[in-house]
């Protein structure tokens, strides 16, 4: 029986969501900044290191593919504590040039019976150089990433400044960050447009990014597509710029998924559905990229319903070289992380992989 599952979790859920999540970043800071409690955590978890699992992507060492999506901890306030649990590495944000103080509450729903939650946060966030200031200060031995957003003003977003807004984020970042991922279609700000869909003003972006000193490896993060002709510019637009590593998806604004909790209920809760529902959607959003990418070159991070190591496997046969996760942690709390690394390598001894590189993509014809 999962202790976190039929009695923490109960106990948790009859309180606000955005308080418990509030909480639960507090704990863990205090937490992680104890040398005594970090010690004891990995006691707890006991996420062992296995070489069958490391992977080496951008220049960059994982322990294992599993790592802390954006959104759970969005000011680096918990980078210690996280990567203590036993994640091969942790992404924070998202984080823009300046502060924002996100969306009007409330702006967290729970959906049980899906084992989903709504998000409309509107990236609320320190702002890049406070960010940059306190990662500086915590240093931890799995690979940081940071996930950088245009500022949320609560007014449309003025394309012809977009561009600054992400460069003037990324620049206190550099040499902070093991790696950065630009958040290209946010669905959680109240911008209601996405200006790098347009690839005159992407590339312009990468140019810029080019020229930033101490610039790590970047993935690239947009929403969920399988638009041929799309993908197609996407790829061409970034063939040239080699400190771009990859891609991963968000999940598309709304709540379009069929759903065991009554519409009436849902339809009122502003924002974009995470967790268990999204699961096929995201899936089939790999299997679609992997086929099209250059392999040798871009690797796909992979995300969306991860809720055990049966799901976490799938994704890495359907092209994912690496993944995240988070809210499979609201519904499976922290031991979720060791058992989908455990089960990754029973999955893999029973296919008959020597590593895990060797299961990417294998269900996906070249």
């Known amino acids: 029986m999962s202790t976190y599952r039929h009695l923490v979790r109960p106990f948790l859920f009859r ?6 999540h509030e909480s639960t970043l507090k704990w863990a800071h205090r937490a992680g900044r104890s040398r005594v409690a970090r010690f004891m955590i990995r006691r707890a978890y006991r996420v062992r290191s296995n070489p069958r ?21 969005k000011n680096g306030r ?10 091969g590495h942790v992404e924070v944000g ?3 040039a300046e502060a924002s103080e996100g969306n009007p509450r409330p702006r967290l729903f729970r959906l049980p019976a899906d084992e989903a939650i709504v998000v409309n946060y509107g990236v609320p966030n320190d702002g890049a150089h406070a960010v940059a200031d306190r990662l500086a200060q915590t240093p931890i031995d799995v690979p940081l990433g940071v996930n950088i957003v245009e500022t949320n003003t609560g007014r449309p977003t003025v ?16 040499g902070v960050a093991d790696y950065l991922t630009l958040n290209l279609n946010c669905p959680n700000t109240t911008a209601g447009v996405s200006p790098f869909d347009d690839m005159e003003r992407l590339t312009h972006l990468l140019h810029e990014y080019s020229q930033l000193e101490n610039l790590p490896p970047v993935w690239l993060k947009f929403t969920a597509h399988r638009d041929a002709s799309r993908a197609e510019s996407l790829m061409s637009c970034v063939a040239p710029f080699p400190f771009v590593a990859g891609f991963i998806f968000n999940l598309p604004p709304g709540k379009d998924y069929p759903l065991r909790t009554a519409t009436s209920v849902v339809a009122p809760m502003p924002g974009t559905l995470c967790g268990a529902p999204t699961r096929s959607m995201m899936d089939e959003t790999l299997r679609f990229w992997y086929g099209r990418l250059d392999r040798s070159r871009f690797k796909l991070v992979g995300s969306g319903g991860i809720a055990d190591p049966e799901d ?20 499976e709390g922290p031991g979720l992380v060791g058992r989908i690394i455990d089960g990754l390598d029973q999955l893999l001894r029973r296919d008959g992989f020597v590593h895990i590189s060797e299961a990417v993509g294998v269900d996906v014809p070249a």
Request: aromatic share 10%; with cysteine; glycine share 8%.
């Open 94 to 96: 998202s984080v823009s």
């Open 53 to 73: 699992l490391a992977v080496h992507i951008a220049g960059l060492d994982f322990p294992h593919p599993l790592g802390l999506a954006a959104g759970f901890d």
């Open 78 to 87: 918990v980078v210690e504590a996280m990567a203590a649990i036993g994640f």
């Open 312 to 331: 976490a496997y799938r994704k890495i046969r359907l092209g994912a070289s690496m993944l995240q996760l988070y809210t499979g942690l609201v519904y």
């Open 15 to 20: 309180q606000d969501p955005e308080q418990i």
């Open 159 to 174: 394309e012809e400044d977009v561009v600054d807004e992400f460069v003037r984020a990324a620049r206190p970042l550099c």
